[in-house]
C-alpha cells in the first residue's frame, strides 16, 4: 500500500470472523472519528459489534496498526468505495475513499467508474478529474477531496455616470463681518466653455453566468441599465459615452437630462432701451431693471442693480444684489430661490427659499425656507408665507403695524383658497339675481301670461345661468374643502424669531391663528394641536 497520511480502516476477512484494522495517523495526519467508522460498518450490515472496543482502539493507536473484531462471521468481499456529499448550495461535491476487503479480488475504483456514481446522482458539471486522478494515483483514504466544484457567476456593476460639473448646486449667500448678507459671491451658475467634457457613461458589465454541479445555470445579479440623455447646445461623441458642451454657457441637470444654455448679458439698465426681455437661458443684468419693464428667463435671473416697479419671471433664481423697491407694481416669480438685499412694496413668488435682510410692506410666499438675516432681519407690514419656516431678528413694529406670518401650508394652496372665498359670494350673487328672473317669468307663465320671444330668452338665459352658477359653486366648495383639510394636515411649520416680535404681528401654522399681543423675544413658534405654542431659546 502507498504512504498514507490520516488515519484509516480496512475490513479483513479471516477464518475465525471478520476485523476491522486500524491504521494510525502519519506525518501529522488526522485521527478516525468513531462516528465515520460506525457508519461504514453498519453500511456492510454488520450490526453485533463492540463499538466501546473500537473507540479504544482507535484512541490507543500509536505507530502500528491494531485489529479489531467486529463479527464471528467471514463477511462477502468489500468493494473499494466512495462516500459523497453534495453541498446545500449545490456547489461543491466532497468525497471520501474507502478501501476494499482483503478478500476483495474485483477491479478497484478508476475514472470512469467514480464519474458513473457522481452521473447517477446527476452530478455533471465542474467534475475535478485531476482531484480523482490524484486519488487514484496515490489512494490516500479517510481523506476529503473535493471532486467537483460549481463556477461561481461572476456578478457585474451598474452602469454609472460621471459628471464634470457640479450637479446639486445650491448658491448660499455669506455673511460679511459687519452683519450684512454678501450676494456678490453666490456662485451659483454652472460655466462651461464650448468643447468642455460634460459627462462619461460607463456602460453596465452584466457580469458572466455561473453554474453548479448539476449543470444549472446561476444568473448574475441584474445591474442597472443607464444612457446618457441631452438637452440643446450639446454634442454627442460617436459611441454615445460621452457629452460635449456646443457654446460657452450654463450647464444645468433636469433630472438625468444634461443641457447647456448661453447667458444673455445686459451690460447697463433694463428700460427703453432694451424693452422687455424674453430669453431661454440665463439672464445677467449689470445695471437696474427700470419701473414698468418685463423679464423672462427659463433660467435665472442676476441683476447687480435695484429692480424697481418691474415684473421679473425666472425658471430658476432670481438674484438682486441692491435689493427691490417695487413701488407696489413690482413682480418677482421664480422656480429656484430668491436672493434680495431687501425687499419692499412688492409681490414675490418662488418655488425654493428666500435669503434677504428685510422685508418690508410686500407680499412674500415660499414653498421653501424664508431666513430675513443680516443688520435688520425685519419683517414689518404685508404678510410672509414659507411652507417651512421663517426666520427673523424683528417682526412688525411699535407702531402696531399688521404683519402676517403664515407658516406650514403650500402658498399656492394658501392663495388658491383666499381666491375661492372671495369668488364665492360673487357666484351667489349670480345665482340669486338669475334665480329672480327665472321666479319672476316663471310666475307669469304660471299664470296664463303669453311672454314675448325676448322674455324667454332671458328665461331660457337665467336657468342656464342659475344651473352654472349651482354647479361652479358646489364644486368651488368641495376644492375648499379638500383645501383647507391639505392646509390642517401640514402642522410642521416654525416661526424662529432671533429678536423681538412686536404686537400687531399675525401668526398662522397651518390652519391655527395667533394674534402677538405683547412683546415677544427669542422663542420659536409652533402649532402644538389647536394652539400655537411659544418656546423659548
Same mark, same amino acid.
Given at each position: 500500500?502507498?504512504?498514507?497520511?490520516?488515519?484509516?480502516?480496512?475490513?479483513?476477512?479471516?477464518?475465525?470472523?471478520?476485523?476491522?484494522?486500524?491504521?494510525?495517523?502519519?506525518?501529522?495526519?488526522?485521527?478516525?472519528?468513531?462516528?465515520?467508522?460506525?457508519?461504514?460498518?453498519?453500511?456492510?450490515?454488520? !450490526?453485533?459489534?463492540?463499538?466501546?472496543?473500537?473507540?479504544?482502539?482507535?484512541?490507543?493507536?500509536?505507530?502500528?496498526?491494531?485489529?479489531?473484531?467486529?463479527?464471528?462471521?467471514?463477511?462477502?468481499?468489500?468493494?473499494?468505495?466512495?462516500?459523497?456529499?453534495?453541498?446545500?448550495?449545490?456547489?461543491?461535491?466532497?468525497?471520501?475513499? !474507502?478501501?476494499?476487503?482483503?478478500?476483495?479480488?474485483?477491479?478497484?475504483?478508476?475514472?470512469?467508474?467514480?464519474?458513473?456514481?457522481?452521473?447517477?446522482?446527476?452530478?455533471?458539471?465542474?467534475?475535478?478529474?485531476?482531484?480523482?486522478?490524484?486519488? /487514484?494515483?496515490?489512494?490516500?483514504?479517510?481523506?476529503?477531496? @473535493?471532486?467537483?466544484?460549481?463556477?461561481?457567476?461572476?456578478?457585474?456593476?451598474?452602469?454609472?455616470?460621471?459628471?464634470?460639473?457640479?450637479?446639486?448646486?445650491?448658491?448660499?449667500?455669506?455673511?460679511?463681518?459687519?452683519?450684512?448678507?454678501?450676494?456678490?459671491?453666490?456662485?451659483?451658475?454652472?460655466?462651461? &466653455?464650448?468643447?468642455?467634457?460634460?459627462?462619461? /457613461?460607463?456602460?453596465?458589465?452584466?457580469?458572466?453566468?455561473?453554474?453548479?454541479?448539476?449543470?444549472?445555470?446561476?444568473?448574475?445579479?441584474?445591474?442597472?441599465?443607464?444612457?446618457?440623455?441631452?438637452?440643446?447646445?450639446?454634442?454627442?461623441?460617436?459611441?454615445?459615452?460621452?457629452?460635449?458642451?456646443?457654446?460657452?454657457?450654463?450647464?444645468?441637470?433636469?433630472?438625468?437630462?444634461?443641457?447647456?444654455?448661453?447667458?444673455?448679458?445686459?451690460?447697463?439698465?433694463?428700460?427703453?432701451?432694451?424693452?422687455? @426681455?424674453?430669453?431661454?437661458?440665463?439672464?445677467?443684468?449689470?445695471?437696474?431693471?427700470?419701473?414698468?419693464?418685463?423679464?423672462? &428667463?427659463?433660467?435665472?435671473?442676476?441683476?447687480?442693480?435695484?429692480?424697481?416697479?418691474?415684473?421679473?419671471?425666472?425658471?430658476?433664481?432670481?438674484?438682486?444684489?441692491?435689493?427691490?423697491?417695487?413701488?407696489?407694481?413690482?413682480?418677482?416669480?421664480?422656480?429656484?430661490?430668491? !436672493?434680495?438685499?431687501?425687499?419692499?412694496?412688492?409681490?414675490?413668488?418662488?418655488?425654493?427659499?428666500?435669503?434677504?435682510?428685510?422685508?418690508?410692506?410686500?407680499?412674500?410666499?415660499?414653498?421653501?425656507?424664508?431666513?430675513?438675516?443680516?443688520?435688520?432681519?425685519?419683517?414689518?407690514?404685508?404678510?410672509?408665507? #414659507?411652507? #417651512?419656516?421663517?426666520?427673523?431678528?424683528?417682526?412688525?413694529?411699535?407702531?402696531?403695524?399688521?404683519?402676517?406670518?403664515?407658516?406650514?401650508?403650500?402658498?399656492?394652496?394658501?392663495?388658491?383658497?383666499? /381666491?375661492?372665498?372671495?369668488?364665492?359670494?360673487? @357666484?351667489?350673487?349670480?345665482?340669486?339675481?338669475?334665480?329672480?328672473?327665472?321666479?319672476?317669468?316663471?310666475?307669469? /307663465?304660471?299664470?296664463?301670461?303669453?311672454?314675448?320671444?325676448?322674455?324667454?330668452?332671458?328665461?331660457?338665459?337665467?336657468?342656464? &345661468?342659475?344651473?352654472?352658477?349651482?354647479?361652479?359653486?358646489?364644486?368651488?366648495?368641495?376644492?375648499?374643502?379638500?383645501?383647507?383639510?391639505?392646509?390642517?394636515?401640514?402642522?410642521?411649520?416654525?416661526?424662529?424669531?432671533?429678536?423681538?416680535?412686536?404686537?400687531?404681528?399675525?401668526?398662522?401654522?397651518?390652519?391655527?391663528?395667533?394674534? @402677538?399681543?405683547?412683546?415677544?423675544?427669542?422663542?420659536?413658534?409652533?402649532?402644538?394641536?389647536?394652539?400655537?405654542?411659544?418656546?423659548?431659546?
Amino acid at each position: 500500500m502507498a504512504a498514507y497520511k490520516n488515519s484509516f480502516f480496512q475490513l479483513i476477512v479471516k477464518d475465525d470472523g471478520t476485523y476491522l484494522k486500524l491504521f494510525p495517523p502519519m506525518d501529522g495526519g488526522r485521527s478516525l472519528e468513531i462516528k465515520e467508522v460506525s457508519q461504514y460498518i453498519e453500511s456492510e450490515n454488520i !450490526y453485533d459489534y463492540d463499538i466501546t472496543a473500537i473507540n479504544a482502539a482507535i484512541e490507543g493507536l500509536d505507530s502500528e496498526p491494531v485489529m479489531v473484531k467486529v463479527s464471528n462471521t467471514q463477511e462477502l468481499p468489500v468493494e473499494e468505495k466512495m462516500n459523497f456529499q453534495i453541498s446545500g448550495d449545490r456547489m461543491t461535491v466532497v468525497a471520501r475513499f !474507502y478501501p476494499a476487503s482483503n478478500n476483495y479480488s474485483g477491479s478497484l475504483l478508476d475514472v470512469d467508474h467514480i464519474e458513473k456514481m457522481l452521473e447517477q446522482r446527476s452530478v455533471r458539471a465542474g467534475v475535478r478529474r485531476e482531484v480523482i486522478r490524484n486519488f /487514484l494515483h496515490h489512494r490516500q483514504y479517510c481523506k476529503t477531496y @473535493i471532486v467537483a466544484k460549481g463556477a461561481a457567476p461572476r456578478h457585474g456593476d451598474d452602469a454609472r455616470i460621471e459628471y464634470n460639473f457640479e450637479t446639486d448646486r445650491k448658491a448660499k449667500p455669506t455673511m460679511n463681518d459687519d452683519g450684512s448678507v454678501d450676494f456678490h459671491h453666490l456662485d451659483a451658475i454652472n460655466h462651461v &466653455a464650448k468643447g468642455d467634457l460634460l459627462a462619461t /457613461l460607463y456602460p453596465e458589465d452584466v457580469g458572466e453566468k455561473g453554474e453548479d454541479v448539476f449543470g444549472n445555470p446561476i444568473v448574475p445579479r441584474k445591474v442597472k441599465h443607464l444612457t446618457l440623455k441631452h438637452g440643446k447646445n450639446i454634442i454627442e461623441s460617436e459611441d454615445g459615452l460621452q457629452l460635449f458642451s456646443d457654446i460657452d454657457g450654463h450647464v444645468s441637470l433636469d433630472g438625468d437630462r444634461v443641457s447647456v444654455s448661453d447667458v444673455y448679458e445686459v451690460l447697463a439698465d433694463v428700460d427703453s432701451s432694451t424693452g422687455d @426681455i424674453d430669453y431661454e437661458g440665463n439672464i445677467n443684468i449689470k445695471g437696474n431693471v427700470r419701473t414698468g419693464f418685463t423679464i423672462k &428667463a427659463s433660467g435665472d435671473v442676476n441683476v447687480k442693480g435695484v429692480v424697481e416697479g418691474a415684473t421679473i419671471i425666472a425658471g430658476g433664481q432670481v438674484v438682486v444684489q441692491r435689493g427691490i423697491q417695487g413701488s407696489n407694481k413690482g413682480v418677482i416669480e421664480a422656480g429656484g430661490n430668491v !436672493y434680495a438685499k431687501f425687499i419692499e412694496n412688492c409681490v414675490v413668488k418662488c418655488k425654493g427659499g428666500v435669503v434677504t435682510e428685510a422685508i418690508m410692506h410686500s407680499e412674500v410666499a415660499a414653498n421653501g425656507d424664508v431666513i430675513v438675516d443680516g443688520k435688520k432681519g425685519l419683517i414689518t407690514g404685508g404678510k410672509v408665507c #414659507s411652507r #417651512s419656516r421663517i426666520s427673523l431678528k424683528v417682526g412688525g413694529s411699535d407702531m402696531g403695524t399688521v404683519t402676517k406670518l403664515e407658516v406650514g401650508a403650500d402658498p399656492e394652496i394658501v392663495e388658491k383658497c383666499h /381666491l375661492l372665498n372671495k369668488k364665492m359670494p360673487d @357666484i351667489q350673487r349670480d345665482i340669486e339675481n338669475n334665480q329672480k328672473i327665472v321666479d319672476m317669468y316663471s310666475k307669469k /307663465l304660471a299664470k296664463g301670461d303669453k311672454l314675448p320671444p325676448e322674455k324667454m330668452l332671458a328665461l331660457k338665459n337665467a336657468k342656464t &345661468a342659475v344651473d352654472a352658477s349651482t354647479k361652479e359653486f358646489e364644486e368651488s366648495v368641495k376644492l375648499l374643502e379638500l383645501y383647507q383639510e391639505e392646509i390642517a394636515a401640514n402642522s410642521n411649520g416654525m416661526v424662529d424669531v432671533e429678536g423681538l416680535l412686536y404686537p400687531g404681528v399675525e401668526v398662522t401654522i397651518a390652519d391655527v391663528q395667533s394674534h @402677538i399681543k405683547t412683546e415677544t423675544r427669542y422663542c420659536k413658534l409652533i402649532r402644538d394641536g389647536a394652539d400655537i405654542r411659544v418656546k423659548a431659546y
